[in-house]
């Protein structure tokens, strides 16, 4: 296994097409820097598109849950455990978000 | 320092026995919820208990109010770290809605109005150990706090106590619920702190 460093410009291409986890901590590093609330999601049960925003949270509960501002469905959830934060995007078609121009 | 100062004011000197590691005691009775309140009229209720083979055993209102209640008295321990010591529920056994189920399933997925999941083993919902409960503190059981019906049972935390109770899916597979797929406990017993995966 090739380690690269984070954020570093190497990844381990492979013959099979993909390269490790690594190549994740750049962007990742970038995405929880940002105000992931300026990002655009697409619902993925109605499809309507707004800004994080616009989603209605309820903390009042063991994690965030954002529902959709049209249908309300979950699109997203965050989990704090000991040592954990867990995303669950998978009521989220996409997540687009602004970053700063390359 | 606040074990010192509940012994000094004598005030439940138990408390401490009663109360699992972490948590602490409070009087209210906070309201948790992923999602908005769902508003469920008694006559459109219906609870059902699907088993693994499919068949399916119905009851609506009027069916569970013909059901010989319970009047439990229990503590409630939540993820969050309160625990409510002493509340009042009514509410029918699972083990009088089971009695004529044949399964030979071991797991329970529970599913609820509003979409809420969360998995119990089939022995943690049988002999007096869980309710559905319609009742609480003398009146109907509060929209907020799960009403018309909810599950009760209280030696696990309280996310495993679905709230708008709709179904109970008797299931030879375990499968994790809302909660429990975003990293909490598969199991949740507050006596052994089992908050989260990896407890
Ligand atoms: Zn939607």
């Known amino acids: 296994m090739t380690s690269v460093e984070p954020g570093g410009s190497e990844v381990n291409d492979t013959d099979a097409g993909y390269v490790d986890g690594n190549a994740l901590a750049g962007p990742l590093s970038e995405v929880f820097a940002v105000d992931v609330t300026t990002a655009t999601s697409r619902c993925a049960n109605c499809g309507c598109t707004g800004p994080l925003a616009r989603l209605r949270v309820y903390k009042h509960a063991p994690g965030l849950v954002a529902r959709c501002q049209q249908c309300g469905s979950v699109m997203l959830r965050a989990t704090r455990t000991r040592d954990a934060v867990w995303l669950d995007m998978s009521g989220a078609v996409s997540l687009a978000i602004p970053v700063g121009e390359t | ?199």
């Open chain 2, 1 to 199: 320092m606040a074990f010192i100062s509940r012994g000094f004011h004598g005030r439940r000197p138990s408390a401490g026995t009663k109360l699992p590691p972490g948590q602490y005691e409070t009087t209210g009775f906070p309201v948790l919820s992923a999602g908005p309140t769902p508003r469920i009229r008694k006559d459109d209720w219906q609870l059902s208990v699907t088993t693994e083979t499919g068949k399916r055993h119905v009851w609506d209102w009027a069916g569970l109010m013909a059901l010989p209640a319970d009047s439990p008295t229990v503590d409630l321990h939540c993820v969050t770290k309160w625990s409510k010591f002493g509340t009042q529920w009514q509410g029918v056994s699972l083990d009088v809605l089971l009695a004529d189920v044949e399964t030979s399933a071991e797991h329970v997925l529970v599913t609820s109005y509003g979409g809420y999941t969360t998995n119990v083993p089939l022995a943690d919902l049988v002999d007096g150990k869980a309710w559905i409960a319609y009742g609480y503190e003398g009146g109907d059981l509060a929209p907020e706090h799960g009403g018309p019906a909810r599950l009760l049972v209280p030696h696990l935390y309280l996310w495993k106590s679905a709230k708008w109770v709709s179904g109970i899916e008797l299931r030879q597979s375990d499968v994790p619920g809302f909660w429990e797929t975003a990293g909490y406990h598969n199991y949740g017993d507050p006596w052994r702190e089992q908050r989260y995966q990896g407890d």
